[in-house]
């Protein structure tokens, strides 16, 4: 997994690239509660890149959400297509996380 962190006037917008499964996941948790910590309020995880989720990964991107609704902040992702898209859907995780078609649409969700 890689992660590519850029921000866009208040959003910060990462982009996660490969798989996000039990391996990956807990530098994924630590990494992006860091930036939570570090100030970030509104994040917006573009998930065009990633190739395969898990349910560890679901529970990282649960742990980001709450520690940014719980500061203030959100989370948004956009961008996810084939099996990414239908784990979240499978999973329910839809339903209470934001959902953008694309990058534009996940920037304009805030």
């Known amino acids: 997994m890689k992660l590519e962190r850029t921000v866009q006037d208040d959003k910060t917008v990462v ?23 570090g100030g970030d309020r509104k994040i917006l995880l573009d ?8 349910s560890a990964g679901l ?25 990414v898209a239908e784990v979240f859907a499978i999973s329910g ?5 934001p959902v953008a078609a694309d990058r534009e649409g996940g920037l304009e969700a805030f």
């Not at 998930?47 to 898990?54: M, N, P, R, T, V």
């Not at 529970?59 to 099996?83: E, F, H, Q, Y």
């Not at 995780?93 to 996380?97: C, H, K, P, V, W």
């Open 15 to 37: 982009t996660v690239v490969g798989r996000l499964d039990a391996m990956t996941a807990p530098d994924f948790e630590k990494e992006s509660l860091a930036w939570v910590e």
């Open 47 to 54: 998930l065009a890149d990633l190739e395969y989720i898990s």
């Open 93 to 97: 995780f839809d339903a209470f996380l």
């Open 59 to 83: 529970r990282a991107i649960l742990a980001l959400a709450k520690r940014a609704r719980a500061s203030g902040g959100a989370v948004t992702v956009c961008s996810m297509k084939g099996m």
